[in-house]
């Protein structure tokens, strides 16, 4: 297998799809002439042409409601947002539209489009530019949300977005562009709605997904190494469809959990997990579920602040220790 | 801003004396479909906003004479009109705006988010200027495709002060899309009047800046928005290029059924709305017929039975339809994905 970057495996499925499938363009800030803020789209203008890699103004509404329009009468846009931070401006065109046209219309208008970019933090970048908001979109009815942490992940994950019929947030972590992993050769998708167990364990379940997975990893290693703690990560992939039948599976196994994100604490994603930890599976558990995830702050410049905001590797293995005490 | 009372004499140039009579019909049954609203409204019989296009008419109708079959549009709330001069089932329609099964959303969208897939009409919209820049995104599909449709958008005043829809603006002007901005200036958001809400009193001056062509016309004359609306769509589809037009028009009711005589007496005054009750659409147009012999009294009389008729069947029609099933509920969240009754 290739060993390659998370945004060269974006960047391959990009190409495979417009390939196969003519409906398929891209619009967003600087995918064309730039080659992409995060050079995911290097290169696919010369290829495609301006037709199919469509240079916009800062007009994230417009993006946004472009893409939907052209999905609605049958085209196949991925729309990018320079960061999920801006695609705040475009929250109605996500919310009000493209999540609710399927429905309010009774089942008669597809929107067949994908909202891509990067989402989270770690570079400094303080308030504006570090938010992770998957709850927000995890929360509304219609949209589908993933958030991939590796590179084969992100190509079959990205191919299956294009090739769905609804309106799906995906979501790409800035840290994770230059990560590198194996992808497969050849044609091949991952489905939505199936989560991944990235490492076997007996003693406790970090579930996580995006970014975090890679710390959850970390910290699983040197759980193994120093304390002969055997963790069991598991990488949803997916929140919108979830998993739930990988998790419960796991915890029937560890009897214990961690769930590790970068959303922040107060109402994230990981209060889900663990509510529907408690409803399914309340009986199996020897310890409260424990949450890692962003302080409930808007994420700081400074150097030692940010670091002190985010989720650490140390946080998840503080965590694993407190739920096996 | 005046509207005149039109003292017309001629056709203009493609439009047939029948052609003619179809469209008045056609104002004729939004009117009468929707004078049956506010009754069915008080009944209970349905519920939620309520937006009613009487007096506007001529807008619509005029504008959408000139849509072909593959061409598209999309509109906000005050819906009802666009579809019923689209061509949509009247029965549909009511059953829609009745919450029930048989409606054109099968009762989920219901007056404020009309629909006809089929006819190209590809929605109504409930926020401000919403959908907007979705027009631009038809507009793109269309070139992409390399056809020669077009796309109708049609909104309100109020929604020039949007700031998606300058963005729409903008982006149609750069890439050239096939796209018709029907800006229905009725002179009020609500109870807000165009003057105090847009620095710039005319809205077609305000969008000339986008790089397209801009004009302001009359929305009362029906013969009027037809021959304007007929060039425009004809520039646009051949050229092509997005164009913005500003029609002067004007609601006689109030802003939604909530917004009752005591109400409006806050923003407008009678004199006013009688002013331009002086310039009602079909009354104008039924004049014309008359003195130009393309009806006679009793013709007009026969043709205003029947659109009313054709509403009271729409009601009766609504009344004996099945509500939705309930499964309905968790229907239609995704293409292909059952969203769980959590209960
Ligand atoms: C974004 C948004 N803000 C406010 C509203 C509430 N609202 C509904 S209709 C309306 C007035 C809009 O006026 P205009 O665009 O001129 O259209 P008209 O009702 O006159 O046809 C307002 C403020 C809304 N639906 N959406």
């Given at each position: 297998m290739?060993?390659?970057?998370?945004?060269?495996?974006?960047?391959?499925?990009?190409?495979?799809?417009?390939?196969?499938?003519?409906?398929?363009?891209?619009?967003?800030?600087e995918?064309g002439?730039?080659?992409?803020?995060?050079?995911?789209?290097?290169?696919?203008?010369?290829?495609?042409?301006?037709?199919?890699?469509?240079?916009?103004p800062?007009?994230?509404?417009?993006?946004?409601?472009?893409?939907?329009?052209?999905?609605?009468?049958?085209?196949?846009?991925v729309?990018?947002?320079?960061?999920?931070?801006?695609?705040?401006?475009?929250?109605?065109?996500?919310?009000?539209?493209?999540?609710?046209?399927?429905?309010?219309?009774?089942?008669?208008?597809?929107?067949?489009v994908?909202f891509?970019?990067?989402?989270?933090?770690?570079?400094?970048?303080?308030?504006?530019?570090?938010?992770?908001?998957e709850?927000?979109?995890?929360?509304i009815?219609?949209?589908?949300?993933?958030?991939?942490?590796?590179?084969?992940?992100a190509?079959?994950?990205?191919?299956?977005?294009?090739?769905?019929?609804?309106?799906?947030?995906f979501?790409?972590?800035?840290?994770?562009?230059?990560?590198?992993?194996?992808v497969?050769?050849?044609?091949?998708?991952?489905?939505?709605?199936?989560a991944d167990?990235?490492?076997?364990?007996?003693?406790?379940?970090?579930?996580?997904?995006?970014?975090?997975?890679?710390?959850?990893?970390?910290?699983?290693q040197?759980?193994?190494?120093?304390?002969?703690?055997?963790?069991?990560?598991?990488?949803?992939?997916?929140?919108?469809?979830?998993?739930?039948?990988?998790?419960?599976?796991?915890?029937?196994?560890?009897?214990?959990a961690?769930?590790?994100?970068e959303?922040?604490?107060?109402?994230?994603?990981?209060?889900?997990v663990?509510?529907?930890?408690?409803?399914?599976?309340?009986?199996?558990?020897?310890a409260?579920?424990?949450?890692?995830?962003?302080?409930?702050?808007?994420?700081?410049?400074?150097?030692?602040?940010?670091?002190?905001?985010?989720?650490?590797?140390?946080?998840?293995?503080?965590?694993?220790?407190?739920?096996?005490? | 801003?005046?509207?005149?009372v039109?003292?017309?004499?001629?056709l203009?140039g493609?439009?047939?004396?029948?052609?003619?009579?179809?469209?008045?019909?056609?104002?004729l049954?939004?009117?009468?479909?929707?004078?049956q609203?506010?009754?069915a409204?008080?009944?209970?019989?349905?519920?939620?906003?309520?937006?009613?296009?009487?007096g506007?008419?001529?807008?619509?109708?005029?504008?959408?004479?000139?849509?072909?079959?593959?061409?598209?549009?999309?509109?906000?709330?005050?819906?009802?009109g666009?579809?019923?001069?689209?061509?949509?089932?009247?029965?549909?329609i009511?059953a829609?705006?009745?919450?029930?099964?048989?409606?054109?959303?099968?009762?989920?969208?219901?007056?404020?988010?009309?629909?006809?897939?089929?006819?190209?009409?590809?929605?109504?919209?409930?926020?401000?200027?919403?959908?907007?820049?979705?027009?631009?995104?038809?507009g793109?599909?269309i070139?992409?495709?390399?056809?020669?449709?077009?796309?109708?958008c049609?909104?309100?005043?109020g929604?020039?002060?949007?700031?998606?829809?300058h963005?729409?603006?903008?982006?149609?002007?750069?890439?050239k899309?096939?796209?018709?901005?029907?800006?229905?200036?009725?002179?009020?958001?609500?109870?807000?009047?165009?003057?105090?809400?847009?620095?710039?009193?005319?809205?077609?001056?305000?969008?000339?800046?986008?790089?397209?062509?801009?004009k302001?016309?009359g929305?009362?004359?029906?013969?009027?928005?037809?021959?304007e609306?007929?060039?425009?769509?004809?520039?646009?589809?051949?050229?092509?290029?997005?164009?913005?037009?500003?029609?002067?028009?004007?609601r006689?009711?109030?802003?939604?059924?909530?917004?009752n005589?005591?109400?409006?007496?806050?923003?407008?005054?009678?004199?006013?709305?009688?002013?331009w009750?002086?310039?009602?659409?079909?009354?104008?147009?039924?004049?014309?017929?008359?003195?130009?012999?393309f009806?006679?009294?009793?013709?007009?009389?026969?043709?205003?039975?029947?659109?009313?008729?054709?509403?009271?069947?729409?009601v009766?029609?609504?009344d004996?339809?099945?509500?939705?099933?309930l499964?309905?509920?968790?229907?239609d969240?995704?293409t292909?994905?059952?969203?769980?009754?959590?209960?």
């Open positions: 290739a060993v390659i970057t998370y945004r060269e495996a974006l960047r391959q499925a990009l190409t495979e799809e417009m390939e196969r499938d003519p409906g398929v363009f891209i619009l967003g800030e995918v002439r730039y080659q992409g803020t995060f050079r995911v789209t290097e290169g696919l203008l010369q290829r495609f042409g301006e037709m199919r890699v469509v240079d916009t800062i007009s994230e509404s417009g993006i946004a409601g472009m893409a939907i329009g052209a999905a609605m009468i049958g085209l196949r846009p729309a990018e947002f320079m960061t999920f931070s801006f695609a705040l401006i475009a929250a109605d065109q996500l919310v009000n539209h493209a999540a609710k046209i399927l429905y309010m219309f009774g089942g008669q208008i597809t929107v067949p994908v891509r970019g990067p989402a989270g933090g770690g570079a400094q970048l303080s308030a504006q530019h570090s938010h992770s908001l709850s927000w979109y995890a929360h009815p219609g949209l589908k949300v993933v958030a991939p942490a590796t590179p084969a992940d190509k079959g994950m990205l191919k299956t977005a294009i090739r769905d019929n609804n309106p799906v947030i979501m790409e972590h800035a840290k994770l562009y230059s990560t590198r992993g194996e497969p050769e050849g044609e091949y998708t991952v489905p939505f709605g199936v167990i990235k490492r076997e364990g007996r003693d406790v379940t970090i579930i996580a997904y995006s970014q975090p997975v890679l710390l959850a990893l970390h910290a699983a040197k759980l193994a190494e120093t304390e002969g703690i055997e963790c069991e990560v598991i990488d949803l992939r997916s929140l919108q469809p979830l998993d739930m039948d990988t998790v419960l599976h796991s915890i029937r196994k560890t009897h214990r961690v769930v590790a994100h959303d922040h604490r107060n109402v994230g994603f990981g209060a889900e663990v509510a529907r930890i408690q409803e399914f599976a309340f009986d199996e558990l020897d409260p579920v424990l949450r890692v995830a962003s302080a409930d702050v808007p994420i700081p410049y400074a150097r030692n602040l940010e670091r002190a905001a985010f989720p650490s590797e140390e946080d998840i293995i503080r965590a694993v220790k407190r739920v096996l005490a | 801003m005046k509207a005149e039109p003292v017309k004499k001629t203009p493609s439009l047939t004396p029948q052609r003619l009579v179809e469209l008045y019909r056609t104002m049954l939004i009117r009468h479909f929707e004078e609203c506010a009754p409204y008080r009944q209970g019989k349905m519920g939620g906003y309520m937006h009613v296009y009487i506007q008419e001529a807008v619509a109708t005029g504008f959408i004479a000139h849509m072909r079959d593959d061409d598209y549009m999309l509109c906000s709330y005050r819906d009802h666009h579809a019923l001069a689209r061509g949509t089932d009247p029965r549909r009511m829609e705006l009745f919450g029930r099964y048989t409606g054109v959303a099968k009762g989920k969208g219901g007056s404020m988010h009309l629909v006809d897939v089929e006819r190209g009409f590809l929605g109504g919209y409930g926020i401000v200027g919403g959908m907007v820049p979705l027009a631009v995104g038809v793109y599909a070139r992409y495709r390399g056809t020669d449709q077009v796309c109708l049609f909104f309100g005043d929604a020039m002060n949007i700031g998606p829809v963005e729409a603006l903008n982006m149609a002007a750069i890439y899309v096939p796209v018709v901005f029907v800006c229905e200036n009725n002179r009020y958001a609500m109870a807000t009047p165009v003057e105090f809400a847009s620095a710039v009193p005319s809205l077609a001056e305000r969008a000339k800046q986008y790089g397209m062509p801009t302001q016309i929305g009362m004359d029906l013969l009027e928005v037809y021959r609306a007929e060039e425009i769509i004809r520039h646009v589809r051949t050229t092509p290029e997005p164009f913005f037009v500003e029609v002067l028009t004007y006689f009711e109030g802003h939604g059924i909530a917004d005589p005591t109400n409006q007496a806050l923003y407008r005054t009678k004199e006013e709305v009688e002013y009750r002086q310039r009602d659409p079909i009354v104008n147009t039924a004049r014309f017929l008359l003195e130009n012999g009806a006679t009294e009793s013709e007009l009389l026969e043709w205003d039975a029947y659109a009313k008729r054709q509403a009271l069947e729409a009766a029609y609504a004996a339809s099945p509500e939705p099933p499964e309905e509920l968790y229907r969240v995704y292909d994905m059952e969203v769980q009754e959590w209960r």
